[in-house]
């Protein structure tokens, strides 16, 4: 079957970084997104990671391996507005989007 | 900026009934789905189109169908709500063609069936 596991939840400080993992065992690989959702909003994209490696964009990163399965979130002098939820999602073989549970992220002051 | 406009924020309807949710994009994007969202669970996959007329079955279509006659609407319909169809439906719109870009999202339907 497909999986994709994030953590349930994560708390963080104000102002520190925060890492949040993605590992993906899916059928292919075309692609993964980042999206993050606040309570009672829409999901939001945030990222999207076809090839190995870092991409930065302002106070959030992400980082891919396709060899490993795995995918990273790095968000970077954190503030309030960044508790949400955050949603990794992997594109097939199929071109098909498998989503994982989402991450709740609480920002502490 | 895109706008994906769902009909209804919250719906409470009863056992049996029959729940229309529609679905309005002002990009002209090809792609459109339906999704539910329940907690610890990640999106699931309703139905999707990638053109007027067109649909697909996606991970979880029983109990439900959609129907998509204008590029800019799509519509999912519960023909007979259930008590297990309580959930957050989620519609989101891409640009076109089988290796979707990023999705835009509606703000949800939440829908209570009681």
């Known amino acids: 079957g497909q999986n994709i596991d994030q953590p349930t939840e994560m708390t963080a400080t104000e102002g520190a970084i925060v890492q949040i993992n993605c590992t993906y065992q899916t059928s292919g690989f075309n692609g993964l997104f980042w999206y993050q959702q606040h309570a009672g909003e829409a999901p939001t994209f945030l990222s999207y990671n076809v090839l190995d490696g870092l991409e930065e964009k302002g106070r959030f990163s992400s980082f891919l391996s396709r060899s490993k399965g795995y995918s990273y979130l790095l968000l970077k002098e954190l503030q309030m507005k960044d508790s949400a939820s955050y949603l990794c999602?992997?594109?097939?073989?199929?071109?098909?989007?498998?989503w994982g549970a989402g991450t709740k992220l609480i920002i502490k002051p | 900026d895109v706008k994906v406009t769902q009909s209804s924020r919250y719906l409470v309807k009863r056992t049996g009934e029959k729940v229309f949710l529609e679905c309005v994009q002002d990009m002209d994007h090809e792609n459109m789905f339906w999704y539910r969202q329940d907690p610890g669970l990640g999106l699931r996959l309703i139905y999707f189109s990638y053109d007027v007329k067109m649909k697909e079955k996606g991970d979880i279509p029983e109990g439900y169908s959609v129907s998509r006659e204008k590029k800019e609407r799509f519509s999912l319909i519960l023909e007979s709500a259930s008590t297990n169809q309580t959930s957050m439906y989620l519609c989101?719109?891409?640009?076109?063609?089988?290796?979707?870009?990023?999705?835009?999202f509606g703000e949800g339907s939440r829908l209570t069936v009681l």
């Open positions: 999602a992997v594109k097939d073989s199929n071109y098909q989007l498998i």
């Open positions: 989101a719109s891409s640009w076109g063609g089988r290796d979707t870009g990023e999705l835009f």
